[in-house]
């Protein structure tokens, strides 16, 4: 008899639930549900505004998921919820809220919902930079050894600066919270009406370690008196491993979900973290680039190294008895679509239009014909700051090179091989601190729709570049991770590596580098490392002093 | 009984005529035609393709606008052509063109109608940058002391180098020709029927000295053998001063443009320079910005100061007993129409068209509202290449502080802060080098047309800018000098002093800078000059690099 599982995958503007063939990987059907509330970065549900640099999420559009997406594909597969054996979610991260010592999020009570605070902090809420800026700097002058292996600096994404900005700005919702979770783990709680924490998020978002713990009271303290016991008040101590089981599915849930009540729940995991295994990697020194509005690179090592500007290494972070090494672009799709809501003029979108092709498609298609090199442009991909390898929102966007000759497409391909600079200067950058990198994978959404993209990140590495047999990865991830934790009794797997190779892939197209392309793109990365480091190295900072300005004219 | 003159002004794209009043200025009537050839910057009209950075022109649409206009103004004025006492013609410059002795283009000729350098190179044809390089590099090295007079560059925009392209790409055509001359002279050869040369364009364009004449054969003999004797056998060497009579329309002109046999015609002149006159400058330290697709910066001084990256200092360059200084900058308005034609949104395209608005007044309105660094952007005017400054075509437009949040109105108020921040520098730079600026004036398109442009101007230089009266400026700066041609006793003038007083005029509205905003301005100004002296002083030539890779590619 065949058994099912289904994985979860919360992205930044919907969820999607796949069910899929335990034995084969295979995907029977899927269910998308767009948050009702998208991101909200303008107002509250409530009507208050929210400030600069904000970014916040309703977490009932995450329960709306599981309603919607669970029941559905159920019904179009026609399994029997009998024959799923477990589920798993992934999420992203750091996406964090305030709950109360039930799981109720604070937002969820009337007393509460009119405050900001509230709400949950989206992965890209970059509110906290001034914290995140003290909290370096103080970890720094503590020569805290933690800081180095997160590349010298924690970023304003993740959850101590969110929390601290709770504190400061709003200590009554901090004294009001009994619990700060990942929601990542807040969504398990709502499945197995438990509260657990994954080591993903606790060790690249919390600054959790597997030998030593959290970072010491005395640290916590040096931030803010009022932080010193944070760890004990507001978050878990208690952190379980990836592939683990979180629980059973609780009569609630099954409600919610069709499940059956105990159906096993693995544990919560991260939409980047939990693709590893969709693609089938089972070792180190491979990178799979997660690709959508921003890019995460996910890869294991056998050592631990101290990487500047990554984004974390952590023990067992992403498959058991490796280190798992995370970068990441904040910003690559969301280049491109940005592009086309501002810049791009209306011939080009009739064209489009009458040649009934999406604005993207048409953008290629003209991208495609040039040569590299040929448009004369430059960019840097920091329209939304610079995750890694500077770790600095702060900086923007650049190009250089238009002339009156320029071209729409000119500039849309110009943005593409910047996000490739971007890639490349992280990989160069594990080579340089001793991590390999030997491979290269491509998921999400852009691996599945865009050849020329993947063309050129071929040439820009000069490495073949191997694409996500499935365009749902991270809820492909989430059913491996579900066949773990239903155990190999229940008709799953008794580890991932076995999980992944028998239900991971990979498409049989694979991108090789064009010689003649790679040889003009490794001039091309030299002038984007000058700049790179001109502009986000310190020696001119003219991006933090315009934005400043700007910050300061806005509120005026 | 009153009399007229008539100002025929030659731009990039059209021929104006303007008859105006010689006793009050007053511009009674005008017509404009367009040229039928436009810039040629692909194809010849018999075919042959273009190369890289070629612009070209056709002789006969400038003999068009005589014959088209002329009658036009006279027919509409209902004035009789007795009472025209003169005629004045200005051109863009340098356009050059090889011609016979008896004046005909080369490029009339059948048999070299297919040979790209036998027609009129425009201003912009910027394809003999490598001829001004070498120039440059040998006149550097000879000490020559006229170098120092054109800010220590020669363009590859002005005659020799345009003239030596000719010689090494087209040697038969170089021989055939048996002058080469401005189209400012040559459209006075038409009109009068004798070769003059004005002291303008000689001085500003051709490297001619009123002290002490063309540089040296032995000069010339070291850009080329073949060059020695460019001076005696293909220019000119009887120049003259500006405000002179080149002599009277003949028969054959008088056919052509109505006008009576016999009526005066002023010596050549050039778009810039002329409109000097029309704006009632009769003295120095106040410049004149002709604000075009590109602007031209004039002004007169009382001494003869060698200023870096200035286009030329010339004695009686503009008006008798002053020295004329130019500057300018070689992308101005052809930055905001790049724009709206290559980054224009269909919205905003259907929101003007909604508004019965044209797209830059919405894009004005829009940006009208944003304060002086509100939008965190910062560019440099460089789409069209560096005039002054650096004098450096091989420079491209660069743009930094993009967000996810960027706007195209704040794209579009950047590239006009940025052409503003360039003019600063050219003030600036001429401060700094003993040159007083203590008046601004705007003439051209953009300065009656858009108040945001003129009022960041005025924030920006932290100058009041004052406005031309006349939206035809340099048709009534050449209308001025056909009156001093005409001379006092046919009811003209004696000088152009006089003249500038009583028929030249500004507006009564100025536009005076807002501390607030200059305070502002201030500071991104220095953003602005760091990145200008480290992208154009030779501290990272990364555009110039990334533009080879571009030229190499395109061949490729």
Redesign the interface.
Known sequence: MEKYVIGVDYGTLSGRAVLAEVGTGKEICSSVFEYPHAVMDRTLPTGEALGHDWALQHPRDYLDVLANTIPAVLRKSGVDAGDVIGIGTDFTACTILPVKTDGTPLCFLPEYEHEPHAWVKLWKHHAAQDKANKLNEIAEKRSEKWLRNYGGKISSEWAIPKIWQVLDEAPEIYAAADRFIEAADWIIWQLCGKETRNSCTAGYKEIWNKGTGYPSNEFFKALDPRLEHVVEEKLGTVISPLGDRAGVITAAAARLTGLREGTAVAIGNVDAHVSVPAVGIDGPGKMLAIMGTSTCHIMMGTEEKQVPGMCGVVADGVMPGYFGYEAGQS?VG?HFS?FV??????DY??EASRQKKNVHELLSEKAAKL????????A?DW??GNRSVLVDVDL?????????H???EEMYRALIEATAFGTREIIENYRKNGVPVEEFYAAGGISQKNPLIMQIYADVLNMPVKIAGSDQCPALGSAIFAAVAAGKDAGGYSDVFEAARIMGKIKDKVYTPIPENAA?YD??FQ?YV??HD??GRGA?D??K???A??I???R?
């Open positions: 910003c969301d940005w809501e501002n810049c791009l003029p209306a979108r009739e040569s590299p090199g040929e448009s004369g442009l430059l840097l329209w939304n923007t966007g650049l190009m250089l090179g238009m002339t009156l320029t071209k729409p003009v001039k091309l002038e000058t700049l001109y502009f001119n003219v991006m002093r315009v934005k300005i700007k300061e004219r806005s005026g």
